[in-house]
């Protein structure tokens, strides 16, 4: 995309040199870019006749572009003097992309002074070129000295994606395409208004790129469900040279230029139009990929590009007279809470100094490839904004995602993405002309945002880039607190802008913050299936900013376990060993009261496990070719089981819920009695066959959608295993997996599991170790009426660490850089005398040294076979022969060693193998290794020179 200015002409220019006579040129400011004209000589009417060309890349023309001309006098010997100024608003080239305007100008008082300059602007949108009936051909003659009028075999290949937002209700919708009266279609895609295709659509022809450019594609969406004229959905009319022309998003490297030999336009979003309407409406959307390939000519491979980032307005291809009705979406950024730090502390060991204060945020939303910002606010982790982003967006539209970041500016570089959160349309809107649809909606609510470990240290920089949201993010960073309302527009265009709340915004959002008490609790029976034990670890659970031991903001809390030492199986893997007692973590945290939300989830999702589990059963049986009575009792079953299910009445809604939980709650009961009416239908034509099961997998789908909540308000749980300061690995999960309620108990909700816990960064089946547990969460007053899910003795203990440091030989605290008695990472000072027993507690015992028998323990515990090895270090001074080296035997820590002929074995051990050379490491072909200093870690594979000097 790009912008040309063409400076024409300008008109009585005033004369503002006393000389009686000037010189004049023009300066054209664009997009933080400026560029300026010949100089025209002693001229009050000057024909610059100059264009100017500014591009735009993939952000296109904005709400607030503006084009300024300044008109000077020139001078050699100084500044020429400023003749007039002006400006044209650049946004209204996208609704006529070619205009010639005369800019009137204005003094430096900003009074017109009568003189006029001549200006034509052509903005050059993305190149997709729209035919309005089948007989249609190029607007413009096509250039033969570009393509080629050889004929030869060509594949014109359609890659059909997807189609969104069909008009049609019940829709079973087929993609059919058209070219040169041979006719091809996809798969039927059964009730859905949403169908994903991915199928691929070939032709074969004899041609040259000359003809085959002209040729007219006609696609069209058919419902299958009728057989009449009202089976089109819609279609849309474009010709071939499309593929020859095309920059659609993602074809910036040098290896996608189109050819002759090879011309490919990518994931191109088309709008469908009924042919009979006037004006045209959107009857929805179909992505598709084309490529025109000569004989022998390989497909390339599509461009590595995130198909979130290809749902954006550039990348859409409209047929004319398009009705296109606008709306404003408005995100109220309200506050923010618990933001991760981006930098390190001042002082490294100043632990009064909070380390968050250096974190200087902005809210940034993207949409439809728009991207729109808040205020930048200074040292602050809880900023507050109160400021509403508006876009301008079309209804429908084909992006469905609403990208929000949290960002840290930074001085130095590039700013810093503190997390990103994405949020759905589809999941607060329901595009319906019934009262079940409404407009987007959603909140006042969090969002919660989750990336990398929220400590800045230099382990945890390699893992920045979960902040930017395209691989899950694991650790949390903070929340936001947003709302979105919709209303009418009455603009052109997709824009967007930033503009105060308005004054209720304030006590609106505020009645949604009230914070209830809850408590989660964990109990850890055994860890298992550690790969390394390189020191002692731990465990730490957290929900949100509570729980994290090095948090600054959330009180402390019991939710670590205590520091222990792996100890090996004696076959593979390490376990911990907690014999002595096993320890149970529980975190006070203080979250919104939106269990009623947690329950509806746990409600709908216990029925998607149930009708999936009976779906199992039924494939089951007909892998085990079962008789035909026995496959249909099991789809009976299926059936009866999700139309009862679906028929629940589902959790009352409080006075203080929002105005989506009532949007989605009528949405819900629309869906469930459709889920029902379609289980009855099906009950009475079940068949053994496996094309049923697909009716039921369907089905499946449609509840799956049903389950779907956007406002959970409360973050994940995360538990983490630490060793040696840093975060190895976690098991993540939603709160309401373990939500205690007495008709809507989270799944694991007080049950014994066995957590897979995930490497830091790596894949889901990379796994670090196995935890043993049981997690709870509740209500703080139901916790005192819980029982635990087995007989367990509880004991509390008071936990401090006495720190003490060697000086030469002897062990004290002298010099000490951590507190003498602390918690057990040395932040916080405990002496005895600072503890006491809550109300109603007393000791029952006097403090004592507690060690852990894993520490204690040789490093070779559990081990059978051992590796030994000892290093053969010969010395030589200058003048020397190595026939005659001084040999002596080291370890590797360069101290001296028992020769290998010495070894003795303890009593009952036997060799297994006799010494061998280490090969693997680098040497030379004996394996030596060759250095001055061997104190030093400088060794090379050879002798050089330099030894000897």
Not at 108 to 121: C, K, T
Not at 226 to 238: H, N, P, T, V, Y
Not at 275 to 303: D, H, R, W, Y
Request: hydrophobic content about 40%; charged content about 25%.
């Amino acid at each position: 995309m790009s912008l040309d200015v063409h400076i024409k002409q300008g008109i009585e220019l005033p004369l503002v040199e006393k000389s009686g006579s000037q010189s004049t040129y023009v300066v054209v400011a664009f997009q933080g870019w400026s560029t300026k004209s010949k100089v025209f000589d002693n001229d009050l009417n000057p024909n610059w006749n100059e264009l100017f060309t500014f591009p735009l890349g993939k952000r296109g023309i904005t709400y607030d572009d503006v084009v300024d001309i300044t008109v000077y006098t020139f001078r050699t010997d100084a500044r020429g003097k400023v003749i007039g100024v002006g400006s044209f608003n650049a946004f209204n080239l996208v609704e006529t992309p070619k205009q010639v305007r005369p800019i009137k100008l204005k003094d430096s008082r900003g009074v017109e002074n009568g003189a006029v300059i001549v200006v034509g602007l052509v903005y050059h949108l993305p190149s997709s070129l729209f035919i309005p009936d089948t007989d249609s051909r190029l607007a413009e003659p096509i250039d033969q000295a570009t393509l080629s009028v050889v004929n030869d075999i060509y594949q014109i290949r359609f890659l059909i994606h997807e189609a969104r937002q069909l008009t049609h209700i019940p829709c079973d919708p087929v993609v059919v395409i058209t070219i040169d009266k041979a006719t091809k279609s996809t798969q039927i895609c059964e009730d859905s208004v949403d169908p994903v295709y991915n199928e691929a659509i070939s032709f074969v022809v004899y041609d040259s790129p000359f003809n085959i450019a002209k040729e007219v594609v006609h696609l069209r969406v058919l419902n299958t469900l009728r057989m009449d004229e009202a089976a089109l959905i819609g279609e849309f009319k474009f010709v071939m040279m499309t593929a020859f022309t095309s920059d659609a998003i993602g074809w910036d490297e040098p290896a996608y230029k189109p050819t002759d030999a090879c011309r490919t336009m990518f994931r191109k979003w088309l709008i469908i139009t009924h042919p009979t309407e006037t004006p045209k409406n959107i009857k929805g959307f179909v992505n598709l990929s084309l490529s025109i390939m000569a004989s022998g000519q390989k497909l390339l491979a599509p461009p590595q590009v995130e198909p979130l980032l290809l749902n954006v307005f550039p990348n859409v291809m409209r047929p004319s007279e398009v009705n296109a009705q606008y709306q404003k979406l408005c995100l109220r950024i309200m506050h923010c809470e618990d933001l991760a730090p981006m930098s390190e502390p001042l002082l490294e060991n100043d632990y009064n100094l909070t380390r968050l204060a250096f974190t200087d945020p902005y809210v940034e939303i993207s949409y439809s490839g728009v991207e729109d910002r808040t205020n930048l606010l200074y040292a602050d982790y809880n900023p507050v904004y109160y400021q509403d982003i508006v876009y301008n967006i079309e209804i429908p539209s084909v992006c469905d995602t609403i990208i929000m970041k949290l960002v840290d500016r930074d001085v130095d570089g590039d700013d810093d993405i503190i997390g990103t959160a994405f949020l759905k349309l589809p999941s607060i809107s329901y595009f319906s002309q019934d009262d079940i649809g409404f407009d987007p909606v959603f909140g006042p609510c969090f969002i919660n945002f989750y990336g990398s470990p929220r400590e800045v240290t230099e382990y945890n920089e390699q893992f920045l880039y979960l902040n930017e949201g395209w691989v899950p993010g694991v650790a949390f960073r903070g929340r936001l607190f947003l709302e979105i309302y919709s209303k009418p527009s009455y603009s052109v265009g997709l824009f967007s802008k930033v503009i105060p709340s308005a004054i209720d915004a304030r006590p609106k959002g505020d009645k949604y913050l009230n914070r209830t008490k809850f408590i989660l609790v964990c109990g850890m029976i055994e860890a298992t299936m550690l790969e390394f034990a390189d020191s002692v670890a731990t465990f730490e659970v957290s929900c949100g900013e509570f729980g994290n031991q090095n948090s600054e903001s959330a009180d402390a809390t019991n939710s670590c376990s205590q520091p222990t030492q792996p100890l090996f199986d004696s076959t593979k893997y390490f376990y911990l060993n907690w014999d002595a007692g096993a320890p149970i973590c529980f975190v006070e945290c203080e979250w919104e009261d939106v269990v009623y939300r947690l329950e509806t989830l746990n409600l709908l999702q216990q029925s998607y496990e149930r009708f999936d589990d009976n779906i199992g059963l039924v494939d089951e049986a007909i892998q085990l070719e079962l008789s035909d009575r026995q496959i249909k009792s099991r789809m009976k079953a299926a059936l009866k089981t999700i139309a009862e299910d679906m028929s629940m009445e589902l959790p009352e809604l409080p006075d203080y819920c929002n105005e989506l939980d009532k949007k989605l709650k009528k949405l819900r009961r629309f869906r469930m009695d459709n889920i029902v009416a379609k289980a009855e239908e099906l009950i009475k034509k079940v068949e053994p066959t496996k094309e049923f099961k697909e009716n039921l997998l369907l089905l499946l789908e449609k509840v799956g959608i049903v389950c779907d909540e956007p406002q959970t308000d409360i973050p994940d749980v995360v538990i983490w295993m630490i060793m040696n300061g840093a975060r190895i690995g976690y098991y993540k999960a939603p709160i309401h997996y373990f939500l205690h309620s007495e008709n809507a108990k989270g799944k694991f909700c007080g049950k014994v599991q066995h957590l897979k816990f995930t490497y830091l960064g790596k894949g889901i089946d990379d796994i670090t170790c196995v935890l043993k547990c049981f997690l709870w969460f509740g209500y703080e007053e139901q916790y005192w009426k819980w029982r635990f899910p087995f007989r367990t003795t509880l004991h509390v203990y008071a936990e401090m660490y006495e720190n003490q440091q060697v000086m030469g030989k002897l062990w004290g605290t002298k010099g000490l850089q951590r507190p003498e008695f602390s918690d057990v990472n040395g932040r916080y000072s405990l002496p005895k005398i600072s503890f006491a027993c809550p109300d109603g507690w007393s000791w029952v015992d006097e403090w004592k040294i507690s060690p852990d028998f894993s520490s204690i323990v040789s490093d070779d515990f559990g081990l059978t076979t051992f590796r030994d090895e000892v290093y053969e270090v010969h010395t030589i001074e200058e003048g020397e022969d190595w026939s005659a080296p001084n040999i002596l035997w080291m370890n590797e820590r360069m101290e001296q060693a028992i020769a290998k002929d010495d070894v003795e074995l303890p009593e009952g051990w036997t060799v297994t193998e006799d010494w061998q050379v280490d090969i693997t490491r680098p040497g030379d072909g004996d394996g030596y290794q060759y250095t001055v200093n061997p104190d030093s870690s400088e060794y090379c594979s050879s002798v050089k020179s330099y030894h000897f000097c």
